[in-house]
């Protein structure tokens, strides 16, 4: 009994010796790679094999998700004696075997033209049945600092605080930024205060010895850059004369506006003037000759008339009547009221008894207005 107790020992004890013996992964490199952009990069999976692993060879390098529920993404792969390379897409031409025939026990890759999207933890998984071994990987892709921008913030001018900017847009943190005073002195001025993590120098109470060119650099662990400013520090500028500028210009800016007003309602006055003049009815304005004439011509014609129908016993007293049918002239017309002659005293009238009784005649004299014509 304790024979074959010792003898299932020994088989057992051989098995795990040929187990430990089996495949294994032998790479004692560093475990964290640090490198730039635009350069390449070897990962290095070296493994070994045992008689005992007869199955079929599988090389697969994956990048782990830094998410648990979410899929690792498989970067490249040799199964069947063949290397499948474009299964990532945007590592795609990028990534290949260290070695054509990674049977020989290499299965490292190489990642070219590096991108500050490469960075990630990348896991080398090695199949042979019965073996599985793995070997993670960090991979840090660093980018070195863009050329920064450099500028000033606020009034550049003697008493101010005058802050000076200094920015790289791309890089890997942590970035640092310096100045330095590249003319005169080459030292900073005295009240200079600088902050190497935002990129910042604020000069207070500038004076015009602050003037000069500045150099900020930009650096991190794999590079730097930097960029060149000039500072003019001038002096204030005549407050007094600007507003006294500003106040004659707001007058004389008035002052026009003032004299369109006027100009403005002076037209329109005068245009509301001569509309009124048009519209006037004139009154003393005299007839026309023509009808004058006319009348005349009928009126002296009448009075003929009348007086050859009259006895030469009436003449008398038809001359000695007032002449109230007469014509003016037309001077009488032109000549003013107040300038009229009265008309001549009037005879004592005579009953119309009287005239009868002395064989006078009665006759019609058709009634005249004061322009000749007949009513």
Not at 286 to 292: D, G, L
Not at 326 to 333: A, F, L, V
């Amino acid at each position: 009994m304790d024979h074959s107790t010792a003898r299932f020992c020994c088989v057992l004890l051989s098995l795990f010796a040929g187990f430990a013996c089996g495949l294994d992964i032998t790479s004692t490199g560093p475990t964290s790679i640090e490198a730039a952009s635009g350069q390449s990069v070897k990962l290095d999976c070296q493994f070994t094999l045992a008689p005992e692993d007869s199955g079929p060879l599988d090389i697969e390098w994956s990048l782990l998700s830094s998410d648990n529920q979410k899929e690792d993404k498989v970067v490249i792969l040799y199964s069947g004696d063949r290397a499948y390379e474009d299964y990532y897409a945007p590592l795609k031409g990028r990534v290949h075997f260290n070695l054509a025939d990674p049977k020989k026990g290499d299965a490292s890759i190489n990642l070219t033209a590096l991108k500050a999207s490469d960075s990630g933890t990348y896991q080398c998984k090695v199949k042979k049945a019965p073996g599985i071994r793995s070997r993670k990987m960090l991979l840090i892709v660093m980018v070195k600092p863009s050329k920064p921008r450099c500028y000033a913030e606020g009034p550049t001018q003697e008493g101010k605080n005058i802050v000076l900017r200094c920015i790289s847009s791309e890089g890997t943190n942590p970035l640092q930024y310096s100045w330095e005073k590249t003319t005169d002195t080459k030292l900073l001025p005295a009240t200079a205060v600088l902050d190497p993590v935002g990129g910042t120098i604020n000069v207070r109470n500038a004076s015009a010895s602050a003037s000069g060119t500045y150099r900020c650099t930009a650096s991190n662990r794999i590079g730097k850059d930097d960029c060149i400013l000039y500072l003019n520090v001038t002096p204030p500028p005549n407050t007094a004369g600007i507003v006294a500028g500003a106040i004659i210009a707001v007058l004389l800016i008035l002052i026009i506006i003032a004299i369109i007003l006027f100009c403005c309602c002076r037209a329109r006055h005068r245009k509301k003037y001569e509309k009124e003049i048009c519209n006037e009815i004139r009154e003393d304005v005299p007839p026309p000759k023509s009808r004058v004439s006319t009348a005349r011509s009928f009126t002296v014609g009448s009075q003929r008339s009348s007086l050859g129908s009259m006895s030469p016993s009436h003449l008398n007293d038809f001359a000695n009547k007032t002449q109230y049918d007469k014509i003016p002239s037309s001077e009488e017309y032109e000549r003013p009221p107040s300038q009229v002659p009265l008309p001549p005293p009037t005879a004592a009238k005579m009953p119309g008894r009287n005239l009868s009784r002395m064989g006078a005649i009665p006759v019609m004299i058709p009634a005249q207005n004061r322009d000749g014509s007949i009513v």
